[in-house]
């Protein structure tokens, strides 16, 4: 990818040995709003908060969490113009894949391949890299799988995780509330009351989002009174 | 050891601060409010009106001449607050889009894949060092057949959100304080409405009485889903219709 001028990396080492560009990028992330993913016994549930600049702005214009293939789901924590690119381009990345193999992409693949063209940000000429954390939540074969992508280009797969500007609040509380054999309606229970016990003012359902997906393996976002329902369960 | 600042081109190029800010893409913002205009856009329940102030520096230039408000396609206009030149160049490449658009396939842009064109272009300056992010905040407004009136604001950082009313520009905190107390119960207005509160959102935040040919007025409604600049006799009626309503 390198842009002609500039064909040297912008992200190199210091003496230190570290790439402070991929740092900076991480403390980006971490000033994002919260965002967090459980996998359950039965299905994966992701959730963020929707924070709004103004009451002016049109909630139903904006949606953070996006389906990258009818069976994996993605939500992030960072710079939402970044994170508009990186559907764009795993989207494709899946479809060449159906193209060429007649088969849905697995999620572990699609999880590659995006953390891929990440590195290459972090190492290309000319570039910055992306300032967001991204987590993939995807049912295929293998079952419900839930993984984190970093701005490096790193990923792991977790049974449940946080990002953004309360992650160290949110992780610990998902730390106690984990259990290996949960349902997928706890699990959704459990992720609104972590973000809740982050959220600066009042939740509602127009103020977050929620993505699940089902052993039917159809991701799907809720719609605010879907949320509102469960958000009256949680009370 | 590393040093803060890192190598010190984080304020030159598009890359990230120690506290992981893009300075670039923050500068681009003052950019915007350094061209010294202020625009505002508002959504009523079947229109959509954009208005902005017409600053003609020099007596000598032609006043058809400067203008903020472009048409896209016939259906789409764009509002630019900022350097005037970015602005340009923006809309030269969104005519280009919208027209290929229409050609590939065989209909008319919506708005909000317009914008979104936009705001992922301006994300591409934000990324890629070899182009600074353009000091343009482009709005974007239509009447689209599915979702009705539409206004989005897209912005040097690659932001685009749809509103229900906006402002950019130097005064763009205190008119969107005014339009929150206007639009706080989510009021549907008609078209004479939706055209003076916008015009009288700009005076207030100004704090100045315009005259027709101070300010620039764009419209686009369902009842003529053409994209519109109202003429100064249009403009005049409105200024006229508020002085007498206050």
Known sequence: MGDSQYSFSLTTFSPSGKLVQIEHAL???????????????NGVVIATEKKLPSILVDETSVQKIQALTPNIGVVYSGMGPDFRVLVRKSRKQAQQYFRLYKEHIPVTQLVR????????????????????????AGYDDNGPQLYQVDPSGSYFSWKASAMGKNVSNAKTFLEKRYTEDMELDDAIHTAILTLKEGYEGQ??????????????REFKVLSPSEIKDFLEEVE | MSRGTGAGYDR?????????????????????????????GVRGKDCVCVVTQKKVPDKLLDQTSVTHLFPITKFIGLLATGLTADARSLVYQARN??????FKWGYEIPVD?????????????????????????AMVLGYDEEKNAQLFKCDPAGHFFGHKATSAGLKEQEAINF???????????????????????????????FKATEIEVGVVRK??????????????????????RD
């Open chain 1, 203 to 216: 939740i509602s359902s127009n103020n977050i989002e929620i993505g699940i997906i089902r052993p039917d």
């Open chain 2, 223 to 244: 009842e003529d889903r053409v994209f519109r600049a109202l003429t100064t006799e249009e403009i005049d009626q409105h200024l006229t219709a508020i002085s007498e």
């Open chain 2, 97 to 102: 889009e919208a027209a290929e658009f229409r």
């Open chain 1, 113 to 136: 391949e995006t953390a891929a063209v990440m590195q290459e940000f972090t190492q290309s000429g000319g570039v910055r890299p992306f300032g967001v954390s991204l987590l993939i």
């Open chain 1, 27 to 41: 403390t980006a992330v971490g000033s994002g709003q919260t965002s967090l993913g459980i996998k359950a016994a």
């Open chain 2, 179 to 209: 339009l929150e107390k206007k639009m706080k119960d989510d009021p549907q207005f008609t078209y004479d409405e939706t055209v003076q509160i916008a015009i009288s959102a700009l005076q207030s935040v100004l704090q100045e009485d």
């Open chain 2, 113 to 137: 894949v317009l914008a979104k064109w936009i705001a992922d272009k301006a994300q591409v300056y934000t990324q890629h060092a070899y182009m600074r992010p353009l000091g343009v905040v």
């Open chain 2, 12 to 40: 030159h190029i598009t890359i990230f601060s120690p506290e992981g800010r893009l300075y670039q893409v923050e500068y681009a913002f003052k950019a915007v409010k350094s061209a010294g205009a202020t625009s505002i």
